[in-house]
């Protein structure tokens, strides 16, 4: 069964105080994985997606990478309004077109 | 505004009713996904539709919930004699899919969701 695992559950930073997420997987040959930001009482909305490993994808401050086991989502020099929820999952080829998620980590920027 | 859009954005219920929650995806696309999401975790799979055809089931679709997508354009989740564990946030999505015969992942686009209390 496909498995996605985010860490840390929740990460409180000052303004400018650079720091990483990660995301660990499971999956029977990975078709794709995507990052989401989540934003409280909203659906996720699409940041990223990844197809194979050293891949790298870049958007403002965040930057999303990719090896053979595991997704790190790297803010860089993050602003309050970067402060949000964010989600991996993946898709399998096994799994026909469904996403499996990460349970999310939680991201607190202070100015 | 082009996106993705779910209604109503709150259902509060009580337990043994039947609700219904209506989704219409980015016209362009031809694939369109339910998900539920309870506090604190991702969302979790439901079903998905390629055009009108319901192509998948998770096996968290009891017999309970009814999805349809007629004419492959807007799509219905219908859940039937509510729980209080049917509480919870129904996320749709939609994306655009392959041609016949190659294999690739789209991104999918999310909408606002429905907000389900049962009481």
């Known amino acids: 069964e496909d498995q996605v695992t985010q860490s840390p559950e929740a990460l409180r930073l000052q303004e400018g105080e650079s720091s990483s997420l990660n995301c660990s997987y499971t999956?029977?040959?990975?078709?794709?994985l995507f990052w989401y930001r989540q934003d409280p009482g909203k659906g996720p909305e699409f940041l990223f997606t990844?197809?194979?490993a050293g891949e790298e994808k870049e958007k403002e401050r965040l930057k999303a990478t990719l090896t053979k086991k595991e997704s790190f989502l790297h803010i860089t020099a993050p602003k309050p309004e970067d402060s949000a929820t964010y989600l991996c999952?993946?898709?399998?080829?096994?799994?026909?077109?469904?996403?499996?998620f990460g349970g999310g980590t939680r991201v607190l920027v202070k100015p | 505004d082009t996106g993705v859009s779910q209604n109503p954005r709150h259902k509060i219920t009580k337990r043994g009713q039947n609700v219904t929650f209506r989704c219409d995806p980015i016209?362009?696309?031809?694939?369109l996904y339910w998900y539920r999401q309870t506090l604190g975790q991702g969302p979790e799979f439901l079903t998905y539709?390629?055009?009108?055809?319901?192509?998948?089931k998770s096996r968290l679709l009891s017999d309970r919930f009814s999805a349809e997508r007629p004419k492959g354009s807007f799509s219905t989740l219908e859940i039937q004699r509510t729980e209080q564990g049917d509480s919870a946030m129904y996320l749709c999505?939609?994306?655009?899919?392959?041609?016949?015969?190659?294999?690739?992942?789209?991104?999918?686009?999310f909408g606002p969701g429905t907000r389900l209390t049962v009481t």
């Open positions: 999505a939609s994306s655009f899919g392959p041609p016949l015969g190659q294999v690739r992942s789209y991104e999918q686009y």
């Open positions: 999956v029977s040959g990975l078709r794709g």
């Open positions: 990844l197809y194979s």
């Open positions: 999952a993946v898709q399998a080829e096994a799994a026909g077109n469904k996403l499996t």
């Open positions: 016209s362009e696309h031809n694939r």
């Open positions: 539709f390629q055009n009108e055809a319901q192509l998948e």
